[in-house]
């Protein structure tokens, strides 16, 4: 399987998503087919074939998650197969644990789920001392499985289900810097021990702590063919910051192109490229599959110490690092949340959106996850500036973004 740049993802600017091969090691597991008696039907039509009390729940809510599951619960896109998988999972378990831990006699149709059996189940949940954002995401699952039934606002915000603000609120602003520096890390320094004992990891790390990237994105990384000259990338010639940029496929698909336009950009690229087996290949050990690679790395960190509970640290503090000193460049302060005083609007504004774009995420305020709420003004509105500035190839899909 391939992960190598589609020609036509270069040469055309497109409000469309394309679709790319999967990575190498990546899973191509995809949804189940239709099956052929539902050819031609609605899923309203196909659901009525299963009346409530006659057909098996567990029957009903698999006929819910093969023609539902795909969807995102508020915008119109498409989830990835770990979303799809995790929440599958979960559905599947939820229903059985009604019976067998919350202690409902039957399991119900999922077309007739109440609040008394979510009321349950979060109980059972705070009983097993699950993380308030674990018990986000589950209840984020059965607002999606509402939503395909129909129930749009059936599941209440968590207060109503007896948490307090203080277990649930997430905080969108870094309240802290995570970066290596703030921890005290010489990352030169521990880099160089890590390529001692694994180059392809220590290669990796430099790819992060130099272009900023996720720890996905740095395993699935290919040295040479993800770099193009800037007149394959398609952006305006306007924007041209390097003769070289890096391709990266981030979250949720969106491509991104970063700028090779530093010493530290080439020096790291360069080790890279010595690295690999051949002029195709990924960061990753080619005898590991993703999941496998991404374990290797996240050991590698752990033997050399870099964990939250040793160091206040992981890799994910290279990308802070990164998007951290690119506001500083651009703001010539540091950022709000390394203690950088107020800059004008628009400067701040640009420096937000440059970070953003840095990053790989469709909105100007996803950078207040690096950076931290400025301390000025609210978080910057988002505008469909915002969104085409940020990513010119997919633009569509510019509404949602995590860090």
């Known amino acids: 399987m391939s992960n190598a740049i ?22 191509s597991q995809q949804q189940p087919v239709r099956p052929q008696g539902w050819a031609g ?14 057909a098996p729940p567990l029957k009903v ?9 795909t969807q995102h619960t508020a915008l119109e896109k498409t989830v990835s197969h770990k979303t799809r998988q995790e929440r599958g999972q979960f ?14 006699k039957t399991v119900p149709d999922p077309r007739n789920l109440g609040q008394k059996h979510i009321h349950a189940m979060v109980q059972v949940w705070q009983q097993a001392h699950l993380a308030p954002a674990t018990i ?16 749009h606002g059936f599941v209440r915000k968590p207060g109503h289900y007896g948490l307090s603000l203080e277990e649930y609120q997430r905080h969108e602003s870094a309240q802290r810097d995570k970066s290596w520096t703030a921890q005290g890390i010489d990352a030169d320094a521990v880099i160089a021990e890590v390529c001692k004992f694994d180059l392809r990891v220590g290669a990796s790390l430099r790819l992060m702590s130099t272009l900023g990237l996720r720890r996905k994105e740095s395993v699935q990384f290919r040295p040479f063919q993800h770099v193009m000259p ?19 496929k981030g979250k949720g698909g969106r491509v991104r192109w970063i700028p090779l336009n530093s010493t530290a950009h080439l020096a790291a690229l360069a080790f890279a ?16 599959d993703l999941k496998r690679n991404l374990r290797r790395l996240d050991y590698v960190l752990e033997k050399f110490g870099i964990t939250l509970r040793k160091r206040g640290a992981t890799g994910h503090g290279l990308r802070h690092e990164v998007l951290n000193n ?16 107020p800059v004008s609007p628009e400067l701040a504004r640009a420096a937000r959106l440059a970070v953003s774009q840095l990053a790989g995420h469709a909105r100007a305020r996803a950078a207040c996850a690096y950076l931290g709420a400025s301390p000025s003004r609210n978080t910057p509105a988002t505008t469909d500036e915002d969104l085409v500035a940020a990513s010119p190839h997919d633009a569509t899909d510019a509404q949602h973004s995590t860090a």
């Open 6 to 27: 589609p020609s036509n993802t270069v040469r055309r600017i497109s409000r469309r998503r394309l679709q790319e091969p999967a990575s190498p090691g990546h899973s």
């Open 91 to 104: 559905l599947r378990r939820f229903f059985r644990d009604l019976k067998l831990k919350a202690g409902f």
């Open 326 to 341: 690119a506001y500083e460049d651009i703001a010539g302060v540091p950022s709000p949340v390394r203690g950088g005083g």
């Open 273 to 288: 490229q010595g690295v690999v087996d051949s002029r195709d290949a990924h960061m990753g050990d080619p005898r590991r």
């Open 61 to 69: 809510l698999e006929v819910l998650i093969k023609l539902f599951n």
């Open 230 to 248: 800037f007149s394959e990338t398609g952006l305006p010639e306007n924007q041209q910051q390097a003769d070289r940029y890096a391709w990266v």
């Open 41 to 54: 039907k609605t899923p309203q039509e196909i659901l009525a074939r299963y009346q409530p009390g006659k």
């Open 136 to 151: 986000q995401t589950y209840l984020s699952f059965l607002r999606g499985l509402a939503m395909w039934m129909g129930k």
